[in-house]
């Protein structure tokens, strides 16, 4: 079983940055991948971005250059920096580990205003 808890969304304006955060309840040293994905209104959940145990990185086109996704195996935690934010960006986010199964965090609301 594996608990994650994210932090760090708010309101902000265009152009501005946000950092996400996501401590998880276990070790996430062998934990395949940790990722991050968001879900707008209306819309299905999309993958933002995901690093796996070895440290490669993957991203949507939408925030390539803009998003950068880290872990903190010592800490179990996972982060989102986030740069350059658009309205399009807004979205509950959520954290993710794949271990067996995908384990979900409750999410966090980012809004970017214009």
Known sequence: QVQLVESGGGLVQ????????????????????MGWYRQAPGKQRELVAIISSAGTENYADSVKGRFTISRDNAKNMVYLQMNSLKPEDTAVYYCSAARG??????????TVSS
Do not use: E
Request: net charge positive.
């Open 14 to 33: 265009a152009g501005g940055s946000l950092r996400l955060s996501c401590a998880a309840s276990v070790s996430i040293f062998s934990i395949a991948a």
């Open 101 to 110: 199964r995908n384990y979900w965090g409750q999410g966090t609301q980012v």
